[in-house]
T-cell receptor, first 115, second 115 residues
C-alpha cells in the first residue's frame, strides 16, 4: 500500500532561516506526491506536486521539494522562512491502483516561525 | 471566483442527533470527497463520488451517509451511529477521471462538536 511518513511532528525556525520538512514515502511504483499547507481552521492549499516530469519541483511562496527515488524521500524546503509560513504541512501520496484519485495523507508537520 | 464552500463553519450537535454538513462547488468538477481530520492523524477519507448519482465508501464510512443528486453538491450526514463525531470535516473536489496527478481543491471546513 502507498504511504507517507512525516518525520517531524513539529519544526521550529526563526524568521529568515531555512525551512526543511521531511517526508519519506513507500510505493511499489513511481508515485505522485504532493505537499499541502493548512493554516489554522482553514482548508488545505496545494503547495506543489511531483508527477515524474522533473525531480526538483517548485511551488508557491518560494517552497520547493526534491524527489529522491534512492532515498524514497520528498522533503520540502524554503531558503528563508517568513512569519506567514507558520502552518501545518501535509505530505501526500496518490494511490493509483484503486480507480479513483485516492490521497493518502501523512500525519502533518506543524511549522513554528519565531521573530 | 470559483471554489468550494462549506457550511456551517461551526456546528454543535447533541448526542443522538443527525446533522448534515453542506458542500457546494462551482468548479465544474466531477469528483467530490469528504475527509475527517483529527489532531495528529492527518486526513482520512469518508466518502467519495466520481460522478452524479454515484458514491462510494472510503476508509471510515461507518456512521456517515452522503448523496450526490447534483454535480455541484455533496452533502454529508453524520448520523447518531457515529460514535465519535467531534472532528474537523473537509470537503474537496477534483476534475476526476482517476488521474493520480489531479489536484484536489479543498473547502474551508466545518468543525463539528458533540455536546
Amino acid at each position: 500500500a502507498q504511504s507517507v511518513t512525516q518525520l517531524d511532528s513539529h519544526v521550529s525556525v526563526s524568521e529568515g532561516t531555512p525551512v526543511l520538512l521531511r517526508c519519506n514515502y513507500s510505493s511499489s511504483y513511481s508515485p505522485s506526491l504532493f505537499w499541502y499547507v493548512q493554516h489554522p481552521n482553514k482548508g488545505l492549499q496545494l503547495l506543489l506536486k511531483y508527477t515524474s516530469a522533473a525531480t526538483l519541483v517548485k511551488g508557491i511562496n518560494g517552497f520547493e521539494a526534491e524527489f529522491k527515488k534512492s532515498e524514497t524521500s520528498f522533503h520540502l524546503t524554503k531558503p528563508s522562512a517568513h512569519m506567514s509560513d507558520a502552518a501545518e504541512y501535509f505530505c501526500v501520496v496518490s494511490d493509483k491502483r484503486v480507480g479513483f484519485q485516492k490521497l493518502v495523507f501523512g500525519t502533518g508537520t506543524r511549522l513554528l516561525v519565531s521573530p | 471566483d470559483g471554489g468550494i464552500t462549506q457550511s456551517p463553519k461551526y456546528l454543535f450537535r447533541k448526542e443522538g442527533q443527525n446533522v448534515t454538513l453542506s458542500c457546494e462547488q462551482n468548479l465544474n468538477h466531477d469528483a467530490m470527497y469528504w475527509y475527517r481530520q483529527d489532531p495528529g492523524q492527518g486526513l482520512r477519507l469518508i466518502y467519495y463520488s466520481q460522478i452524479v448519482n454515484d458514491f462510494q465508501k472510503g476508509d471510515i464510512a461507518e456512521g456517515y451517509s452522503v448523496s450526490r443528486e447534483k454535480k455541484e453538491s455533496f452533502p454529508l450526514t453524520v448520523t447518531s451511529a457515529q460514535k465519535n463525531p467531534t472532528a474537523f470535516y473537509l470537503c474537496a473536489s477534483s476534475t476526476g477521471g482517476g488521474s493520480s496527478y489531479n489536484e484536489q481543491f479543498f473547502g474551508p471546513g466545518t468543525r463539528l462538536t458533540v455536546l
